[in-house]
């Protein structure tokens, strides 16, 4: 028998397939990682339902979920800015580095004090995270350098230029030569609420996602840039400045991924170290890839991802897993996700002998 | 579109269907078991490696097993790979949750993580390896690592050729250095030419970074390389190229089978079931401990076969001498790097003096980054 399929693209389903897409290939992974569950001895049924109430089962769960969110949105909400015109910037983790490393800097040594010192950290990182991401935003738009290699080993460079500092000159005097910074003072602390460590971040990430929601849907800026992104050479005709518009939305991409900086070290860390992000910029990456367009989809693909990796803390605290299992559950979630966003788009039809003739 | 409904409902009812039987499972004690009669402890570990380290994490582990002999004490649990910072609060918060009663955090990283979770439950003892700060539920322990690392310099000093020894360090904090400088202190006392030439990998765990430097150790000339990181990657550099190798944490002669000398490695066990009987019996204080091989917290693993019958009996004399307190490692007179004295000839450096060292003695090739 002759079996050969053919890929054909489908037509687009609303919103309401998507969602549904995405619930069902987390639910497949589930069920691929339940062979591996029983593999341990452990019964999947069981290990997700504590996974569910680990992360959502009492109010210290949400919280410390919503803390895992919160440098998901911001990061998401930065890849996902450029992405809208087919730009890659794959940088975010490096742009919160800077972020991180600028507002490290105020908070410990610019000597600004009292209530101006989380401003200024805002205002410092934002332009780090964007200056950073500049450098690639003018090199593509000048030169046709892609942006993809730009953004991404300018990380390397990030992430070695924040352990000179800790290593280094910033390193706290009094820390037994251990390279961390000093901790912030409180005034370069966000509040934390409900005697949790929720903190001032997620609600900094959710007023983002409504500032970028209203910026590319609300205004003509956000109309070009769109434009740009679905056809450069109809925009350039249209008299658009595609240039300076990649410049931009890179320059922006990049602060907004800055922005995500701030909010770790004064929400969270209160100091610079080593491994300020385990990965959010990449982990954006995917958030924005499956949120497409929508600021709304990066908050709800990041809570989806939050519960994911603090629920998956589970797996070790009741069930003595080894650490390798939550990466081999994460991986799995991942890959049946952007697998789902292929057949979104894309339908595999059989092709029978009565369609070929 | 149809078939993605099938699949969701499908699994929607397979979790259903299996959850229900299962819950008994899932049940953990709630609250710590304080009330009961007589004190049970149940232990939680946060380790910063994987348990399959062969080194530093899994020495612990090892005493974790051993404190769980005890009948007062539950199935412990572990949480292997935790990022230090701000992620081992959420782990440490997530132990207390499920009810352990006493918590083992067992890397300097964790120290303002313990310190912030310990501030919140009064009720549950925090014991935090290697730092230096507490509080009334927080203690603090390390060992005198020192004491079998000056012994294992006199093996490295009597067995060197190129009188060149390698040393592959991950940070440059007083810990490490301490070691270092034992570890020459024990080579020149016998070999007054040898060079103790040092690598900063700046990391704990990293086996590629671990064997670039290992390699650029014998490279320079070292036919000895002793090492303060936790992967076996040091040792397997040394067996690779027909050197020898002084390991660390646990006897992991396994890895090196011919290059091999001997390992100060750690017994936690001592530690681990002292702290989980005075929890028990209610008689455990905040304090800093810091015990030495006479307390059996450090130990020189079983020397090889490479290493001379005299030489053997040296080590031998020399352990009976520390463990007797007639021998002190860091005893004058010492000299730092640039020939200066420290302390004079009947002085000895004072417990501060070794928790904040930032210096390297003479012999010691390298620097310390300021």
């Known amino acids: 028998m002759n079996l050969q399929f053919r890929v054909e693209k489908r037509e687009q389903g609303g919103p309401l397939f998507r969602i549904l897409a995405i619930i069902a290939s987390i639910l497949i992974a589930l069920f691929v990682a339940g062979f591996l569950l029983l593999a341990a001895g ?40 450029a992405f809208r015109m087919q730009i890659w910037n794959i940088g975010a983790e490096g742009q919160l580095y800077m972020g991180a490393c600028a507002a490290t800097w105020v908070a410990l040594f610019s000597g600004v004090q009292g209530s101006l010192t989380l401003p200024a950290m805002f205002v410092a990182a934002f332009i780090a ?62 509040s934390e609420y409900f005697d949790s460590r929720l903190h001032s971040g997620f609600f900094l990430a959710l007023f983002c996602a409504l500032a970028i ?24 005709y249209a008299g658009m400045k595609t240039g300076l518009a990649i410049f931009l939305v890179l320059t922006l991409s990049g602060a907004i991924a800055g922005i995500a900086g701030f909010s770790e070290v004064a929400g969270l860390q209160h100091r610079l170290q080593h491994g300020l992000a385990p990965g959010y910029g990449y982990t954006a990456i995917i958030i924005a890839w499956l949120a497409r367009r929508s600021a709304l989809g990066v908050v709800i693909v990041s809570f989806l991802l939050g519960v994911l990796l603090v629920g998956g803390d589970s797996l070790q605290l009741s069930w003595q897993l080894p650490v390798a299992f939550a990466y081999a559950f994460q991986g799995l ?6 697998a789902s966003d292929f057949f ?11 369609t070929d003739g | 579109m149809k078939k993605f409904l099938a699949l969701l409902a499908a699994a929607i009812l397979l979790t259903a269907c299996t959850s229900n039987d299962q819950k008994p499972t899932t049940t953990v004690a709630p609250t710590p078991a304080k009330a009961a009669v007589e004190k049970q402890i149940k232990a939680g570990f946060i380790y910063v490696g994987p348990v399959g380290d062969a080194g530093w994490t899994w020495a612990h582990d090892q005493g974790r097993i051993a404190m769980e002999k005890a009948d007062y004490v539950l199935p412990s ?3 292997e790979s935790v990022p230090e910072g701000a992620e081992a609060t959420r782990v440490i918060t997530g132990l207390v949750k499920k009810g352990h009663n006493l918590i083992f955090t067992t890397s300097f990283g964790f120290m303002d993580a313990t310190l912030d979770v310990a501030a919140k439950y009064k009720d549950v003892v925090f014991m935090h390896c290697s730092g230096y700060k507490t509080a009334d539920n927080v203690g603090t322990y390390f060992g005198r ?15 060197t050729k190129t009188d060149i020894i390698g040393y592959v360090a991950a940070f440059p904090i007083p810990e490490v250095i301490r070691g270092i400088n034992a ?37 320079v000339g070292a036919d000895i390389l002793t090492m303060h990181q936790d992967a076996p990657a040091t040792l397997q550099a040394a067996e690779a190229r027909g050197a020898y190798v002084i390991g660390y944490n646990s006897d992991t002669r396994k890895f090196a089978p011919n290059a091999f000398l001997t390992a100060p490695v750690w017994n936690w066990a001592s530690v681990y079931t002292k702290t989980a009987e005075e929890v028990k019996n209610g008689t455990w204080k905040s304090q800093q401990i810091w015990w030495g091989m006479k307390q059996d917290l450090v130990r020189l693993a079983p020397l090889s076969d490479k290493v001379p019958a005299e030489v053997k009996a040296l080590v031998a004399e020399k352990q009976q001498a520390i463990i007797d307190g007639t021998l002190i490692p860091f005893a004058g007179p010492l000299k730092d790097q640039t020939g200066r004295e420290i302390i004079g000839a009947g002085a000895a450096l004072n417990d501060g003096a070794l928790l904040g060292m930032n210096w390297f003695v003479e012999g010691v090739q390298g620097t310390i980054p300021k």
């Open chain 2, 77 to 79: 649990t572990f949480i």
């Open chain 1, 344 to 354: 979104i788009n894309f339908r595999l039809r059989r092709i029978t002998e009565e």
């Open chain 2, 145 to 159: 690592m020192y004491e079998p690392r000056y012994l294992s310099g006199l093996i490295a000093g009597k067995m």
């Open chain 1, 333 to 338: 979630i991942l890959f049946f996700l952007l």
């Open chain 1, 42 to 81: 452990v019964d999947p049924a069981a290990a997700y339902l504590e996974i569910l109430r680990e992360a959502l089962g009492s109010s210290y769960g949400i919280s410390e979920t919503l803390v895992k969110t919160t440098p998901l949105i911001i990061t998401g909400l930065a890849v996902s800015v």
């Open chain 1, 129 to 190: 995270g964007g200056l950073w991401a500049s450098v690639a935003g003018l090199l593509r738009a000048r030169w046709q350098v892609n942006e993809v290699i730009v953004t991404l080993l300018m990380n390397y460079i990030a992430i070695l230029l924040t352990d000179y500092l800790i290593f280094g000159p910033w390193k706290n005097p009094d820390g037994f030569n251990f390279p961390i910074t000093a901790q912030f003072s409180q005034a370069a602390r966000f």
């Open chain 2, 183 to 219: 570890f020459t202190l024990g080579v020149r006392s016998v070999n007054p030419k040898a060079k103790v030439k040092v690598v900063w990998t700046q990391t704990w765990f990293d086996p590629g970074v671990e064997r670039d430097a290992a390699d650029s150790l014998l490279d």
């Open chain 1, 213 to 236: 929601y209203l910026l590319m849907e609300r205004t003509i800026w956000g109309f070009q840039v769109k434009a740009i992104g679905s056809n450069p050479a109809a925009a350039r």
